[in-house]
């Protein structure tokens, strides 16, 4: 079975379930938790994905790692996954769940790349922005690139509004050039 196909049916399970249980807010946390540790702990993902530990030794170091701060119905879900061996696609699964919890609250990703950082004020001025021109809520990724010199990119569905220095002076260099 396709990958990404795997991992997006066990999101929408949980996905299905935390919203049949009302949970989930609940559950949207738990994942972000679950994908947080995952993204920032390399020794865990190398232990996932070694065929050589036994499905029940992952089940306990899930077990250990997320029991205490995770709601019952992740719990399951984890010990589920460790039985199907399906550990490995921990993180894909968070990732689908976020695209899906995405799309059912309304929620787009927009990217903000500046060349300093911007003032809360600032960001949350271009957010509203894009709230009012996409009709939704956003979700803003900030992030730096020094290439830029001044000014911002922002992507958002396969959009790109560009209004850097570099592409300004860019176009200025081709204006000149022809």
């Known amino acids: 079975?396709?990958?990404?196909?795997?991992?997006?049916?066990?999101?929408?399970?949980l996905f299905d379930l935390s919203k049949q249980q009302d949970i989930l807010n609940t559950i949207f946390n738990d994942v972000t938790y679950i994908y947080n540790i995952c993204k920032e702990n390399r020794e865990l993902e190398i232990v996932l994905k070694n065929p050589i530990i036994k499905p029940l030794k992952k089940k306990e170091i899930l077990l250990a790692l997320f029991e205490k701060d995770c709601?019952?119905?992740?719990i399951k879900f984890l010990v589920l996954i460790a039985t199907k061996r399906r550990e490995i696609y921990l993180k894909g699964i968070c990732e689908e769940f976020f695209e899906i919890y995405n799309v059912y609250n309304n929620i787009k990703i927009a990217k903000?790349?500046?060349?300093?950082d911007i003032s809360k004020d600032l960001a949350n001025a271009i957010s509203q922005k894009l709230e009012q021109e996409y009709n939704c809520k956003i979700q803003l990724e900030i992030k730096q690139n020094k290439n830029l010199i001044g000014g911002f990119v922002v992507e958002i569905e396969g959009k790109q509004y560009d209004a850097s220095f570099i592409r300004k002076l860019n176009d200025l260099k081709k204006k000149i050039t022809s």
């Open 1 to 13: 079975m396709d990958e990404k196909k795997l991992q997006k049916r066990y999101a929408q399970s």
């Open 71 to 74: 709601n019952v119905l992740t």
């Open 112 to 116: 903000l790349i500046v060349a300093n």
